[in-house]
């Protein structure tokens, strides 16, 4: 594993430094991962994996790609509709609420983040060179060359484009949600611990899409049957 103090100083990130430091390294093909999701009390964590081309692709094709929380969200939906419009650019992954109460948040976002790279690759039909995952810490399970990446997705435009699709689809399926579960205001929050969230909790009790597990919630779990 090369480190992220390996490639990078002291100075603010850049976005787009990333794939020219491993193309004058003679990588080729890069995979980007990202996640949404890891704090809310409620909905999916979602993972993308986004396949960069590093002699090929260019990023005046991607005007204003950047680290989706630094994106209007208007900006990040155009985008989002734009890669994945593209066969074989990107695929995404998601573990439930249940599933991050089954085995905890960072499990569950390691094995969302594992399924997208396998899907990724399966209709590729090709493996990278390389992955590069936001964060400190690589994928387990994975048995690929990785790098870690801190502050990637502002750093990188494959790890950026991961964090457009992985935010963007799960802000829609949470816009939705709020469909089936008024009350909660999750087409506000998108599940995340605002005040008005924590209320909604206290008052009509968890959904389904609560996270169980997490504080903020758990004190109003009954039984383990409880739903709103």
């Given at each position: 594993?090369?480190?992220?103090?390996?490639?990078?100083?002291?100075?603010?990130?850049?976005?787009?430094?990333?794939?020219?430091?491993?193309?004058?390294?003679?990588?080729?093909?890069?995979?980007g991962v990202d996640e949404a999701?890891?704090?809310?009390?409620?909905?999916?964590?979602?993972?993308?994996?986004?396949?960069?081309?590093?002699?090929?692709?260019?990023?005046?094709?991607?005007?204003?790609?950047?680290?989706?929380?630094?994106?209007?969200?208007?900006?990040?939906?155009?985008?989002?509709?734009?890669?994945?419009?593209?066969?074989?650019?990107?695929?995404?992954?998601?573990?439930?609420?249940?599933?991050?109460?089954?085995?905890?948040?960072?499990?569950?976002?390691?094995?969302?983040?594992?399924?997208?790279?396998?899907?990724?690759?399966?209709?590729?039909?090709?493996r990278p060179d390389l992955i590069?995952?936001?964060?400190?810490?690589?994928?387990?399970?994975?048995?690929?060359?990785?790098?870690?990446?801190?502050?990637?997705?502002?750093?990188?435009?494959?790890?950026?484009?991961?964090?457009?699709?992985?935010?963007?689809?799960?802000?829609?399926?949470?816009?939705?949600?709020?469909?089936?579960?008024?009350?909660?205001?999750?087409?506000?929050?998108?599940?995340?611990?605002?005040?008005?969230?924590?209320?909604?909790?206290?008052?009509?009790?968890?959904?389904?899409?609560?996270r169980k597990s997490f504080k903020?919630?758990?004190?109003?779990?009954?039984?383990?049957?409880?739903?709103?």
């Open positions: 594993m090369v480190s992220q103090q390996a490639l990078f100083n002291a100075s603010p990130p850049e976005i787009g430094e990333l794939e020219s430091e491993l193309r004058s390294r003679g990588h080729l093909h890069i995979i999701g890891r704090g809310p009390l409620a909905g999916p964590v979602h993972a993308a994996a986004c396949w960069w081309t590093l002699n090929l692709d260019d990023a005046t094709e991607w005007p204003g790609l950047n680290d989706s929380k630094k994106m209007q969200e208007s900006d990040r939906e155009v985008l989002y509709d734009a890669l994945i419009a593209q066969p074989r650019r990107v695929e995404m992954a998601a573990a439930s609420a249940e599933r991050i109460d089954a085995i905890n948040i960072l499990q569950a976002t390691f094995e969302a983040m594992r399924h997208a790279v396998e899907r990724l690759i399966e209709v590729r039909g090709q590069v995952v936001d964060g400190n810490m690589i994928i387990p399970g994975v048995e690929l060359p990785q790098v870690a990446v801190v502050k990637g997705d502002a750093r990188s435009f494959a790890i950026a484009a991961a964090s457009v699709v992985a935010k963007v689809s799960r802000d829609r399926l949470m816009r939705e949600a709020a469909e089936t579960w008024p009350g909660y205001g999750f087409e506000g929050h998108k599940g995340y611990g605002t005040a008005a969230h924590r209320n909604a909790i206290a008052s009509l009790g968890p959904c389904p899409l609560h903020g919630v758990r004190e109003f779990v009954v039984d383990s049957e409880t739903t709103r």
